[in-house]
């Protein structure tokens, strides 16, 4: 599995990647998790508003930061083959 | 869409302890906001003793009373925006704006500009996606425009601090900038000043809307946050905002800029505004400077052109448009922006008494 956090390095971005770091430990996922900061790069996503959670290259929250257990069933959602 | 309906069923099937402790917030912040003047007269020259008639202790009193006043119109602005705006998203007034035509384009963009969910952090993102959605170049810069100049917390503040008059004042020069800003930008067609790549950007994947259907409770979680993550971020600005505006308060005579930067000085309001551009703060640092030169004699044209210079145009926001706008349409959009905040200070210096 493949994370992606869109964002700026606001203090919401580094919020969401601790849900998502949190969520995947807690589901046994060993997925890559990266932060993209350029602004270009993620206009790209078709994300106009951070931050942006993407799995698997597929944004799948944008404009808010989602609550811990959201993330986690995002990330089950995801991860269920 | 009606807000009410979900906050009435909010109550009805919220566990009862979120019920009372939002009650009690609420309850909490109006006794605040009742007693924040009589409690810093009552400890500082009460308790503490200190002369009233002092510089020092009245340039104190104002700080710490400007500050628990500033702090608290904020929370209760901020979060009551929030939620509000948890109905709207950026998404869907790109989707509004695609296919308009320029002068209608440009009046709609600015007005969405001001209710729609936008931080400045994501003008980039945005102004790819707004013009990857084939929506005008000038069109998109009236959005990025009235976006940052008129937002709710520059409204909210000016309402309390200033009155209705002068925030319908502010409201309306800012969209006139705004859209009148946007239109020229358009009819000069600098298209070919913006980096070619923003053309060329491929939107792989699908908008999402950030909060469809969201329960109301989430909603209101979501302003909670967005209270405590503006305040941390602005704290610094709030606080040098609130300390300049305490020391032109206790310091500076009274008719002090009447006399030097008055009506009648017609360098004024472009000093004002040549001062603001460099400056970076947001609205809410400004507002305590705004409202301690305005009782000091500055006029209320060059007062509001002030204000508008230091939360539209700043060098950090150069700094980011500059990945996506070529130099001379950089140029273009800070000029034709700023002149236009220099006529409204005149134009009002004019009409204003």
Redesign the interface.
Known sequence: MDIKILG?G???CITLEGHARKGAADLGLAPSIETIHD??A?????????P?LVID?????????P?AEEVRDLLRAAAAP | MSTLSPVLQWLRTSRPGHGTLLAGLVAAWLVLYRINETLWEALLFGWLGLDPQQRLSETLRFFFYDTLKIALLLSGIIFVVTVLRSYLSVERTRALLAGRREGIGNVLAGLLGVITPFCSCSAVPAFIGFLAAGIPLGVTMSFLIASPMVNEVAIGLLFSLFGWQITLIYIGSGLVIAIGAGWVLGRLRLERWVESFVYDTRLHGQAVEPSPGLPFEQRLQMGAEEVASILQQIWPYLLIGIGVGALIHGWVPTDFFATYAGRSNPFGVLLAVGIGIPLYSNAAGVMPMVQALHEKGLPMGTVLAFMMSVVALSVPELILLRRVLKPPLLAAFFSVTGLGIVLIGYLFNALLV
């Open positions: 700026s606001c203090r919401k602004p270009v993620i206009a790209g996503y078709g994300v106009m508003r951070t942006a290259d597929r944004v799948v929250v944008a404009g808010r930061v609550a």
